[in-house]
Nanobody, 124 residues
């Protein structure tokens, strides 16, 4: 599986952006969950939101009510709609997929795949 993010850019505080994460490759249909993470300068990478193959979504408290994760199954794409952006949302945003690599010997096996990241900058 390969992941490609897009949609980052410069936006003023209070503005909106929509990030996209497109999955490709033979194992794309084995994706169990897709998440968005972010890493601000000088800080550790943190989880933002995720969606499971069953459509269950969750988001970090810091973005609940402002960000929404969704998907287009036909397009193998997961979106992160970001509204009411704040300067503290400035970060490189990464897409992450948990892919099943189950075998008879190890039915729970998975691997994680990361995209290259897309920069979101929110000006005051």
């Amino acid at each position: 599986v390969q992941l490609a993010e897009s949609g980052g850019g410069l936006v003023q505080s209070g503005g909106s952006l929509r990030l996209s994460c497109v999955a490709s490759g033979r194992s794309a249909f084995n994706i169990k969950a897709v998440g968005w993470y972010r890493q601000a300068p000088g800080k550790e990478r943190e989880w933002v939101a995720s969606i499971t193959s069953g459509g269950i979504t969750n988001a970090a408290d810091s973005v609940k009510g402002r960000f929404a994760i969704s998907r287009d199954i036909a397009e193998n794409t997961v979106y992160l709609q970001m509204n009411s952006l704040k300067p503290e949302d400035t970060a490189v945003y990464y897409c992450n997929a948990v892919v099943s690599t189950a075998t008879i010997e190890n039915p729970a096996a998975t691997l994680e795949v990361w995209g290259q990241g897309t920069l979101v900058t929110v000006s005051p």
